[in-house]
């Protein structure tokens, strides 16, 4: 267990600072940090059963009726489900895009809260065409669903369509592994950029450069949510493991 404590140590250390301090070198670090716990998402399971038994990790995907207005268009869909992630580091712009301040027609909902200088965010979406109620509305309704550990990991933080370089449509659904690999890979966190591995990973690159253009208070989609997958590990990983939460 003295390893699995290191490294949740390690993860307490990255994430509060984090939260208190964006700049790219924090968020290589803390990308850094969490592809370790990707690695541990089988054996964690195999050494402490609660990480297969237990399902107190929850995940957030849209509703149908969002999903069929969104079919031709680029999106952007990203649930936080329960009290969503905070952070000390905004600077207190709104939430902005690729596409937002070119008179393009698009609709936003983000769940956001302010209070002095921490934010709380729970909900970011985007889609390329002005909606009226009742999928405005809808937009907000995500289907939230509690998992163990291991499928927690492998289900979808965020799912994004957008024109990729043929110009042509591209949909992805990003699993939160898939996302701390990627970022930690193509942002130079863990291994250089300047190596290839297999394509099966490198097909989702572009969708996160992708995700890198939106933000709330001045801060990068993926940071958010990279968070939210640090505080998440956090908040249950004590009890699992089975021993005090201060420990």
Not at 63 to 87: D, E, H, M
Not at 113 to 127: F, T, V
Not at 201 to 214: G, P, R, S
Not at 228 to 247: M, T
Request: glycine share 6%.
């Amino acid at each position: 267990m003295e390893k699995v404590l290191i490294q949740l140590k390690r993860l307490k250390r990255h994430y509060e600072h984090s939260v208190r301090t964006y700049d790219d070198a924090s968020l290589l670090d803390l990308a850094h940090i969490l592809r370790i716990w990707t690695e541990l998402k089988t054996a964690l399971p195999e050494q402490y059963p609660n990480f297969k038994t237990k399902k107190p990790f929850k995940t957030g995907a849209p509703i149908r009726k969002v999903l069929k207005q969104a079919v031709n268009q680029q999106y952007v869909f990203s649930y936080l489900p329960g009290n969503g992630v905070v952070t000390y580091a905004s600077n207190g712009q709104l939430a902005g895009g690729p596409d937002i301040n070119n008179g393009s027609d698009f609709s936003m909902a983000v769940r956001v809260k302010h209070s002095g200088e921490a934010i709380w965010l729970s909900q970011y979406c985007y889609i390329s065409k002005s909606l009226e109620q009742p999928y405005i509305k809808a937009l907000e309704n995500e289907k939230v669903v509690r998992c163990n550990f291991v499928d927690w990991m492998g289900a979808e933080t965020v799912r994004v369509q957008f024109i990729n370089s043929e110009k042509k449509l591209e949909r992805r659904s990003i699993s939160r592994e898939m996302l701390v690999k990627r970022v930690a890979n193509i942002l130079d966190a863990s291994h250089t950029s300047l190596s290839t591995s297999d394509g099966s990973e490198n097909m989702f690159d572009d969708a996160v450069w992708w995700l890198m253009k939106f933000n709330c208070g001045g801060l990068p989609l993926p940071y958010f949510l990279l968070l939210k997958i640090a505080q998440d590990i956090i908040d249950n990983s004590s009890k699992l493991l089975g021993i005090p939460e201060h420990a």
